[in-house]
């Protein structure tokens, strides 16, 4: 008997998320082997933000990883692992936060960017966006896939740049849905 070619349907990411990710429940979970901090060489910053649904509330429990090249644009480096993961309430005031170093480039037309992933219930799949940053006007100007965005649409991957008493931290926020909406990526 043949078996019909069929797709097995897809299930929500989520919300199995919630029990690990809430304040109650994080410390009685198994602690992750990945944490929110990428250190290296480079200029340390932090990443600071919301993920917020259509009506600009923040949402709990979200979990969002990035990757990133070392600070000489390089993923290939031994010495340095860009990947961290953080969620949505690690933060004070239901904000997320990564402690890393500000990403370089080698490659011609691509700008200092943080490839993200956001994991969430309601999800079928995971979404993919990037961090782009405010002072790398230039690189951002001759991005290759920033200027395939339409400029009013761009700002929504763009983080914002804050010194406060010697600290670089940029604020992105991860809006789901509305006329805010991040960009995300198809992959």
Not at 66 to 80: A, T, V, Y
Not at 90 to 115: C, D, M, V, W
Request: aromatic share 10%; with cysteine.
């Amino acid at each position: 008997m043949k078996v019909p070619d069929r797709l097995t349907p897809s299930q929500t990411v989520g919300p199995f998320f919630t029990l690990g990710l809430t304040k109650s429940e994080s410390d009685k979970t198994c602690k992750s082997p990945v944490s929110n901090l990428i250190t290296g060489d480079g200029e340390k910053i932090s990443i600071i933000g919301r993920v917020m649904d259509g009506n600009q509330e923040p949402i709990h429990d979200a979990l969002i990883e990035i990757w990133q090249s070392d600070s000489s644009g390089k993923f290939d480096n031994p010495l340095f692992v860009g990947f961290a993961r953080s969620h949505s309430s690690q933060y004070e005031g239901q904000r997320f936060l990564f402690e890393t170093i500000k990403p370089g480039s080698n490659i011609e037309h691509e700008a200092p960017h943080i490839s993200v992933v956001i994991y969430m219930r309601g999800l079928l799949t995971q979404l993919y966006t990037r961090i782009y940053f405010s002072d790398e006007l230039e690189s951002n100007s001759t991005d290759r896939v920033l200027t395939k965005i339409p400029p009013q649409r761009r700002k929504t991957l763009i983080a914002q740049r804050r010194e406060s008493m010697g600290e670089t931290t940029y604020e992105f926020n991860i809006c789901m849905q509305g006329s805010q909406e991040t960009v995300f990526f198809h992959l």
